[in-house]
């Protein structure tokens, strides 16, 4: 019985293997190049004792804690721990974005195609997909696990161990499995590929929030939390294994519960009902409204998550300014006017450093509507537009311009989010104009990123990835330039690092003009490519 369940899923995995082997490769490159890449150089970042102790004190700051989790305080610094601290709960959020996205894209975005339709046509499997899928996965992180705890093996950090090297891509490892399993799951219970990817992206990020939250506030119950598992391994000072074996256990049980709803359902439909709509709508009178309609549940999961976020994110706010009252010696030395000032320093280098995590929503959400663009002319949904008398240049702009007005409605809503939760916990609150300053220098540096997907869109649609790995490079330098101790011309590699001073400095026009005409120039570039590219790539 098992074999007529499972047949032919070996030669469905060589297909996929074969169909996303590039998509596989950059992400292992990326991946095993920012693990094992700073594993070596960390030595060298952090020479000198001095530099080691500044690195503690940031490391167990609240907003360092709420970011890249705890360590607990008995723990002696090594190479090795810092490396773990810092590291581990940030790769397990790509490692889960990795995952997930693959298994999305081999289950329920082949079914959104039709591929699947064709493949069970032949002698294969009922589940032979979804295992296929699922073997995909193992293949991706198992592939992972041995390449970066070898060259952990290899970097040898002081502090180091053979237990604390596999262990901690296990755990990465692990994570991966999970959450590749869960985009498993979500594409079943959903009626098409977005709302499953929505669906398992907001499940990551739920996981991550929690993670904070606890951290924060209470570190010991941070087991509630999958991302939390990775700290309770404790790679290098504790070795903890029995995460691990949680997060296998786990990723069983939900591809069991993916298993079980796939054999009850039929193809092209979720277990989640659409709810079905009017023959005919008032509303629907061209291009825009039609996407509007169809995006709408992606609107408000992107506009909720930023504002939730945010909110968090503001709610530790209290937390930060308590460094600089439980400081005896700023207590004994400073006025309660110049506490007040220290405090609004923190909490300003605070912002400017957590900018970004909303910068990046933005990003996201933009160049996720932008891509669609390919999607949606590869399910024939644009060759229904452009049998009516509909201008590509519109139906382009249309596409282009909602998502520059989401990605800024998203980043919007972090920031509001922000700034509501630092009113609630804050006696004297931030002011709102270093909210908005933070608004208008980045939302051009959003803006240049969807023009970038524009353009690889428009010319070059099969790495129309591309812009993600980007804006996740950016995110990795922009978030640790200080850190990874970056030259200021690295920085300036993604646009995100001409307003990196934002808000405790003003906004630099200058900059800001010259990357408005850089997305203007980029714009009308794509614009001209697309008018004249196939409609359906290959």
Do not use: C
């Not at 999305?104 to 979804?130: F, H, M, S, W």
């Not at 074996?245 to 519960?257: A, N």
Request: charged share 15%; aromatic share 12%; proline share 2%.
């Amino acid at each position: 019985m098992l074999n007529n369940l499972f047949a032919q899923s070996g030669r469905l995995l060589k297909v996929n293997l074969k169909r996303d082997r590039w998509k596989l490769l950059i992400w292992v490159i990326v991946l095993a190049g920012l693990m094992i890449g700073y594993a070596s150089k960390i030595g060298v970042i952090f020479s000198s004792q001095k530099s080691v102790d500044a690195l503690v004190v940031t490391l167990r700051s609240p907003a360092m804690i709420a970011v890249l989790g705890y360590i607990p305080k008995s723990v002696a610094m090594t190479e090795a721990t810092l490396f773990s601290g810092e590291m581990l709960v940030f790769m397990g959020l790509f490692y889960g974005l990795a995952s997930l996205l693959l298994t999305v894209n081999a289950t329920r975005g082949d079914e959104d195609q039709g591929l699947t339709e064709l493949v069970r046509a032949k002698p294969v499997g009922r589940q032979a997909l979804l295992f296929a899928a699922f073997l995909e996965l193992v293949v991706f992180n198992l592939f992972l696990l041995i390449l970066i705890g070898g060259g952990l093996q290899v970097t040898d950090m002081a502090g180091a161990n053979t237990s604390g090297n596999w262990l901690s891509a296990a755990l990465l490892s692990g994570v991966g499995l999970l959450f590749g399993t869960i985009g498993i799951l979500t594409a079943q219970t959903a009626s098409e590929a977005r709302s499953a990817t929505t669906g398992a992206l907001s499940l990551l990020g739920v996981a991550y929030i929690a993670r904070m939250l606890i951290d924060v506030q209470n570190p010991k119950y941070n087991w509630w939390s999958p991302l939390g598992w990775v700290e309770r391994g404790g790679a290098y000072y504790d070795n903890n294994w029995l995460p691990v074996s949680y997060l296998l256990l786990t990723t069983l049980v939900i591809l069991l519960l993916a298993m079980a709803i796939s054999s009850r359902r039929d193809i092209g439909a979720g277990i989640i009902a659409v709810r079905r709509g009017h023959a005919k709508s008032w509303f629907l009178s061209g291009p825009l409204t039609a996407l509007i309609k169809t995006d709408g549940k992606s609107f408000w999961s992107w506009l909720f998550g930023a504002l939730i976020m945010g909110l968090m994110y503001g709610s530790i706010f209290n937390s930060i300014t308590d460094v600089i009252k439980s400081n005896q010696f700023m207590a004994t030395m400073f006025t309660t006017a110049m506490q007040k000032k220290a405090s609004d320093a923190l909490l300003l280098q605070f912002m400017a450093t957590l900018a970004i995590v909303f910068v990046i929503i933005g990003s996201l959400r933009g160049i996720f509507m932008v891509n669609q663009i390919e999607t949606d002319a590869k399910k024939g949904y644009l060759e229904l537009l452009l049998a009516k008398p509909i201008s590509r240049t519109r139906i382009f702009f249309t596409y282009v311009g909602y998502a520059i007005v989401n990605a800024l409605i998203a980043f919007a809503a972090g920031l509001t989010g922000l700034y509501l939760g630092n009113i609630a916990v804050m006696k004297h609150p931030l002011a709102l104009k270093y909210f908005i300053r933070l608004f208008n220098g980045y939302s051009v540096t959003i803006i240049v990123m969807i023009a970038i997907a524009a353009l690889l869109v428009a010319f070059v649609p099969r790495l129309k990835s591309l812009t993600l790995v980007y804006a996740g490079l950016g995110f990795v330098i922009m978030y640790f330039h200080s850190i990874f101790k970056l030259k200021d011309w690295v920085v300036k590699l993604v646009p995100y690092g001409w307003m990196k001073s934002l808000p405790v400095k003003q906004i630099n026009w200058t900059n800001f003009t010259g990357l408005l005409i850089v997305a203007v120039i980029l714009l009308i570039v794509a614009t001209i490519g697309f008018q004249r590219r196939d409609q359906i790539t290959k």
